[in-house]
């Protein structure tokens, strides 16, 4: 009997042992946590932010460079996931003076990296934003625009056409660059896409060439007529400008395009073929009036095109604060040209852009 008890004495201090030795323990004996798996959604849904009239987005080295306008400053985002953009690191890089011909109404800033620097193309002026509007560049040195010192160059303009000037963005094309941008012909207040050729990133040389203006009652609406909020996107061989056209106090403001070959002379107006309809309009259904002034990006993996644009959630809320930033993916038609849809309804969610 004794060796018996002694047995189960035995067999009841190795089960003790044993149960002790699953235990996963710390330094001081307790045990520690079990910390359950970070799940991270696939989707998103609109809007991106909940205010940014203007929208531009610049990728590089895995990251996206966003900017919009404020009306008082330029601000930067930089952020490796366009649908994490709420969280994205910010920073002013740029505050008007008090008094002069930059000085207020700052709209529309664009991010570009050319010839080894950073650029901002944006537009200000003196206060009267009938008239003194016109299209002003910075320049940083450092890899990282988010570091570094932001360095004024000055006005962006042909002194024999200085007239009113907003919404300046690049293009490249048959190994030359051009500035595109939004102005008008000193006669009258009605906005025209004019392009002209740059020999630096801050200096135009040659004329100015009208691409557009408004012809088509789409193009209509409100008073100016207006073209504006040139961008352009390259693909399949073809050079597409999408504009924004009417004024954006309507809720009808929306995008057009022109056409060209890859490879013909942008200069020239007949390389242009301009669309009779507009190609993204305002959907009630989908709380959004007014889309337009947008931007275009690649998906983290390079296998998505994704169209960013600003609009109001409701009716008659104009040229204001309340224009947010949306953005969804688009495709292509059979004859080449993007087919952007239409606008997608806020607060649906959205499957994020692949590779995010």
Known sequence: MIFIHRSWRLVAVALLLASASCKKTNPGGTPTPVTPPVVRSTQFKNPLLSSGPDPWVY?????????NTTGGDLQLRKTAKMSELNSAFSKVIWSPPTSGPNSKDVWAPEIHFLDGKWYVYFTAGPGNCCGGQRTWVLENTAADPTTGTWVEKGRIYNPTEDYWAIDGTVMEQNGKRYFLWSGQDGQSTVQRLYISEMSNPWTLTGPRVELSHPEYEWEKNGEPDVNEGPEVIQHGGKTFL????????????????LTASSTADPMKLASWTKSAT????????????GPGHNGFFKSKDGQEDWI????????????????????????WNPDGTPNFGTPVSLNVLINKPSGE
């Open 59 to 67: 990728q590089k080295d895995g990251y996206y460079y966003y900017m």
């Open 242 to 257: 999408v504009y924004s056209a009417s004024h954006c106090d309507t809720d009808d403001y929306a995008l057009g395009m």
């Open 278 to 289: 507009p190609v993204f309009t305002k959907n009630a259904a989908s709380e959004a009036y």
């Open 308 to 331: 960013i644009y600003h609009a109001n959630a409701g009716p008659n809320q104009r040229c204001g604060n309340q224009r947010v930033p949306r953005m969804q993916k688009f495709g």
